[in-house]
């Protein structure tokens, strides 16, 4: 089955601990991102991938990290988590980032920052 | 600045009648716009989308409007079914560039 994955689903940390929340994708897309939805905000992108090993910020990367070293992971990263990071947080791929390119969402990873 | 808007946090339709979703959007350089549908506790899943050559797609019960003097698209749901309850989101792309998300409109429908 086509399929996003994210792990873990909901994570509760604190403050300063760090973390990575890990996407897949099992389509063999070049195009993958993380975005961010925050009540009243919708989905602000944080970080794109356009193939391994190219990634560029988003709308929102400030205290974010990520990587492309492979063409199905690309994990999140947060160094140093602070409560303004608490979210509900989706990963996305599309087969490239033509106009006509679905992008697939995973079920998405609550992230609470104490 | 949000690039796209939908100023309807909320909306609520009896079953079998239409529901009307809109979504506005400043950047003219839009060349591609869609919807998504939000079911709690899953990502967002691709429902129509359309192209800026066209003023209206349709898809089943679902049609987008396109509106480009205005700057304004709207999703139609004829007739609206239960399991259309959920949270819809308009989305905005040019060229090879990243999508823009509108902050969602809650959709009810009441049987």
């Known amino acids: 089955e086509a399929q996003v994955t994210q792990n873990p689903r909901y994570l509760i940390t604190v403050t300063g601990k760090k973390l990575t929340v890990t996407c897949s994708q099992n389509?063999?897309?070049?195009?993958m991102s993380w975005y961010r939805q925050d009540p009243g905000l919708g989905l602000r992108q944080i970080y794109y991938?356009?193939?391994?090993?190219?990634?560029d910020k988003g709308d929102v990367p400030e205290g974010y990290k990520v990587s492309r070293k492979e063409k199905r992971n690309f994990p999140l990263i947060l160094e140093s988590p602070s409560p303004n990071q608490t979210s509900l947080y989706f990963c996305?791929?599309?087969?490239?980032?033509?106009?006509?390119?679905?992008?697939?969402f995973g079920p998405g990873t609550r992230l609470t920052v104490l | 600045d949000q690039q796209v808007k939908q100023n309807s946090p909320s909306l609520s339709v009896q079953e079998g009648r239409i529901s009307i979703l809109n979504c506005d959007y400043t950047n003219s350089m839009f060349d591609y716009f869609l919807w998504y549908k939000k079911y709690p506790a899953e990502g967002p899943t691709f429902l129509i989308s359309i192209s800026s050559i066209k003023d209206k797609n349709e898809d089943g019960r679902f049609t987008v409007f396109l509106n480009k003097s205005a700057k304004h698209l709207s999703l139609h749901i004829v007739p609206s079914q239960p399991g259309d309850s959920a949270v819809y989101f308009c989305a905005s792309q040019t060229g090879a560039n990243n999508l823009f998300f509108g902050t969602g409109t809650r959709l009810t429908v009441i049987p």
């Open positions: 389509m063999n897309h070049e195009y």
């Open positions: 991938s356009m193939n391994v090993e190219v990634t």
């Open positions: 996305a791929s599309s087969l490239r980032l033509f106009l006509t390119d679905t992008q697939y």
